[in-house]
């Protein structure tokens, strides 16, 4: 709440200079580190929280948007295919489950119309079937199928899979020289998939930085590698 909100709602005149002057004597009792820490951590749940597909009501966050109640994070796509992105990925759900039923674990990403498919199946003719479903989609450009032949991964082995999603995440944050907004970080069975719009500089340094990370077996990078000039002209966009 800002000084003047405090003012507004003050009884009198000199009870709004009592808080201002609290306001303005009050120690501060943060170190720079502690800051430093949870300002990471913040970008570190704001990056997480872009696996929700929705938010009630309106949130207005810095270098993002709402629409439609949806957050969209500022990255290299366009505002329309960020929605556009997000369709695809409820499509795919859906028609995954009209395929499988209740066999298997699937998850679906979207990044730039590049569709990436992990999880488990019983047999190649249902991680077959699931591609066939995917590509008839609207507005695909491909299917990457990373499902792997047999069972279900158990919830304990998910949740590893959470964190390490989310050490990753903080380790491009800490490195400071690629932009941890730019990259989708998908972890399955220890597998970190890393997707966006990179240079083959940033593509090299973030898979770099992902298999130092403890528990991480293997990076496959599903990125689409940008020319620098290519980058720049996003960068203005």
């Given at each position: 709440?800002?000084?003047?909100?405090?003012?507004s709602?003050?009884?009198?005149?000199e009870?709004?200079?009592?808080?201002?002057?609290?306001?303005?004597t009050?120690?501060?009792?943060?170190t720079?580190?502690?800051?430093r820490?949870l300002?990471?951590l913040?970008l570190?749940a704001?990056?997480g929280?872009?696996?929700?597909?929705?938010?009630?009501?309106?949130?207005l966050?810095?270098?993002?948007?709402?629409?439609?109640?949806?957050?969209?994070?500022?990255?290299?796509r366009?505002s329309?295919?960020?929605?556009?992105?997000?369709?695809?990925?409820?499509?795919?759900?859906?028609?995954?489950?009209d395929v499988l039923?209740?066999?298997?674990?699937i998850?679906?990403?979207s990044?730039n119309?590049?569709?990436?498919?992990?999880?488990?199946v019983?047999?190649?003719?249902?991680?077959?079937?699931?591609?066939?479903?995917?590509?008839?989609?609207?507005?695909?450009?491909?299917?990457?199928?990373?499902l792997e032949?047999g069972?279900?991964?158990?919830i304990?082995s998910?949740?590893?899979?959470t964190l390490i999603?989310?050490?990753?995440?903080?380790?491009?944050?800490?490195?400071k020289?690629?932009?941890?907004?730019?990259i989708?970080?998908v972890?399955?069975?220890?597998?970190?998939?890393?997707?966006?719009?990179?240079?083959?500089?940033?593509?090299?340094?973030?898979a770099?930085?992902?298999?130092?990370?403890?528990?991480?077996?293997?990076v496959?990078?599903?990125?689409?590698?940008l020319?620098?000039d290519?980058?720049?002209?996003?960068?203005?966009?």
């Amino acid at each position: 709440m800002t000084d003047s909100v405090f003012r507004s709602q003050a009884r009198s005149s000199e009870a709004a200079g009592a808080i201002a002057a609290a306001t303005a004597t009050a120690p501060v009792d943060i170190t720079a580190a502690r800051g430093r820490r949870l300002r990471r951590l913040a970008l570190v749940a704001a990056l997480g929280a872009s696996a929700l597909s929705s938010l009630s009501g309106c949130v207005l966050l810095a270098g993002g948007a709402v629409v439609g109640g949806t957050l969209m994070y500022t990255d290299r796509r366009t505002s329309g295919t960020q929605v556009e992105d997000e369709v695809i990925e409820r499509k795919a759900s859906s028609r995954a489950a009209d395929v499988l039923g209740d066999k298997g674990h699937i998850n679906v990403t979207s990044y730039n119309r590049l569709l990436l498919v992990t999880g488990e199946v019983p047999a190649d003719a249902d991680k077959d079937a699931v591609t066939a479903a995917l590509k008839s989609i609207d507005n695909v450009a491909s299917v990457d199928n990373e499902l792997e032949i047999g069972f279900t991964t158990s919830i304990t082995s998910r949740s590893q899979d959470t964190l390490i999603t989310s050490k990753v995440k903080a380790s491009f944050i800490d490195a400071k020289d690629i932009q941890a907004q730019a990259i989708k970080v998908v972890t399955e069975h220890q597998v970190v998939y890393l997707m966006g719009l990179v240079t083959e500089r940033e593509a090299k340094r973030s898979a770099d930085i992902a298999a130092g990370v403890s528990g991480v077996k293997k990076v496959v990078r599903v990125f689409q590698v940008l020319t620098d000039d290519e980058l720049a002209k996003i960068q203005t966009r």
